[in-house]
């Protein structure tokens, strides 16, 4: 797994691709969460909790964009560096993961829905038998 240093203040990597995919634009492997955390430790990196999230959203500016006819948003840091994050389910939104229950949530999992058309995000509480695409991170 290839990941990019994209000037973050906690330092963390983001991996160029969802797990599974060949390409940024492609959307790889869907998982349950559990199934996640296995790969993720198989592949050397980690889920993104929800701090990295909106570390990522706050200091990261995201444009929207086509590439190779996927809808999505190329995400570039305060040092140039790129990632492409694929609106992978066609609805024009992107689970970039999901990453269980976070400081004082009641919810179980949750994951983050970035909505290309309305260029807003938000938390979406997820069933415990959902699967979303991951994007691994390196701390």
């Not at 948003?73 to 229950?101: E, P, Q, T």
């Amino acid at each position: 797994m290839e990941y990019v240093d994209l000037g973050l203040p906690s330092g963390t990597k983001w991996a160029i691709c969802n797990i599974g995919a060949a390409f940024p634009s492609h959307a790889g492997i869907d998982y349950l969460r559990d199934e996640a955390t296995i790969v993720a430790k198989q592949q050397g990196g980690c889920l993104p909790t929800k701090t990295d999230l909106v570390e990522l959203i706050d200091n990261c500016l995201w444009k929207e964009i086509d590439q190779n006819g996927m809808k999505g948003f190329c995400v570039i840091g305060r040092n140039g560096n790129s990632i492409y994050l694929s609106a992978d389910h066609g609805r024009g939104d992107i689970w970039l993961s999901d990453i269980g229950s976070v400081g004082e949530e009641d919810v179980p999992y949750l994951a983050i829905y970035v909505d290309a058309d309305k260029e807003s995000s938000s938390w979406i509480p997820m069933e415990i038998n959902e699967k979303c695409a991951v994007r691994l991170v390196l701390k």
